[in-house]
C-alpha cells in the first residue's frame, strides 16, 4: 500500500523558513518522480514544484523559484521542500503527491501539513 | 504558462442526476489532462489520466473526454458520495496547472 506522510508544517513569520518533509512507502521510490502541491486556505489546488526520479530534474511554478528547494533522498525514501523567505501567501496545505507513471499526474497523495506564515 | 478554466465554479444536482464539467486549456495540451475529486478536509483523489482512462478503482459512472483545449468530467449518474469538488489539471507543460474546480452540491 503506498503511504505518503508528511512533516515539518507549523506556525512561521514572513521571512522565516521551513523544512517539509516526506516519508514515502509501499512503492519503489528511486523509480518515481514526485511533487509538491499546495492548498490555501478555501482555494483551489496549486502545484508547487516537482522532482524526477534521480533528483537531476526539478522544476518549480514561478511564485516559489528562488525561495523553494525540492530534494529528495532515494537511500531515506523521503522527499523534501526548503521553503526560505516565506510570504503569507505561501501560507496553505502542503500535500506530498506521487507521479504517475503515465505523465505528470498524481495517483497518490499524502494528508498535507498545514504551514502558517504570520507575524 | 497554461491557464485551465473550468465551468460551471458550481453545479446543483441530485442523485441520480448526469452531470457534466468543462475544463477548457488556453492552449493545446493534446491529451495530457487529469481529473481529481476531492471532498472536505481531505485529499485530493486521482480519478482520470490521460483525459479519458479511468484509474483503477474508480467507478465506470465516471468518464472523460476531450483533446486539443476542450475537456469534459461526465458522472452518469451521481451518487451521494459524489458531492464533491473536482479539478482538472494539464500535465503537458511546466508549471503544471489546476482548473479552479468545480463544486457538486445537492
Known amino acids: 500500500e503506498v503511504q505518503l506522510l508528511e512533516s515539518g508544517g507549523g506556525l512561521v513569520q514572513p521571512g522565516g523558513s521551513l523544512r517539509l518533509s516526506c516519508a514515502a512507502s509501499g512503492f519503489t521510490f528511486g523509480s518515481e518522480a514526485m511533487s509538491w502541491v499546495r492548498q490555501a486556505p478555501g482555494e483551489g489546488l496549486e502545484w508547487v514544484s516537482g522532482i524526477s526520479a534521480s533528483g537531476a530534474g526539478t522544476y518549480y511554478t514561478d511564485s516559489v523559484k528562488g525561495r523553494f528547494t525540492i530534494s529528495r533522498d532515494n537511500y531515506k525514501n523521503t522527499l523534501s521542500l526548503q521553503m526560505n523567505s516565506l510570504r503569507a501567501e505561501d501560507t496553505a496545505i502542503y500535500y506530498c503527491?506521487?507521479?504517475?507513471?503515465?505523465?505528470?499526474?498524481?495517483?497518490?497523495w499524502g494528508q498535507g501539513t498545514l504551514v502558517s506564515v504570520s507575524s | 504558462d497554461i491557464q485551465m478554466t473550468q465551468s460551471p465554479s458550481s453545479v446543483s444536482a441530485s442523485v441520480g442526476d448526469r452531470v457534466t464539467i468543462t475544463c477548457r486549456a488556453s492552449q493545446g495540451i493534446s491529451s495530457s489532462l487529469a481529473w481529481y475529486q476531492q471532498k472536505p478536509g481531505k485529499a485530493p483523489k486521482f480519478l482520470i489520466y490521460?483525459?479519458?482512462s479511468l484509474q483503477g478503482g474508480v467507478p465506470s459512472r465516471f468518464s472523460g473526454s476531450g483533446s486539443g483545449t476542450d475537456f469534459t468530467l461526465t458522472i452518469s449518474s451521481l451518487q451521494p458520495e459524489d458531492f464533491a469538488t473536482y479539478y482538472c489539471?494539464?500535465?503537458?507543460?511546466?508549471?503544471?496547472?489546476f482548473g479552479g474546480g468545480t463544486k457538486v452540491e445537492i
Open positions: 489539471q494539464q500535465g503537458n507543460s511546466f508549471p503544471l496547472t
Open positions: 490521460a483525459a479519458s
Open positions: 503527491a506521487k507521479v504517475t507513471t503515465r505523465g505528470w499526474f498524481f495517483d497518490y
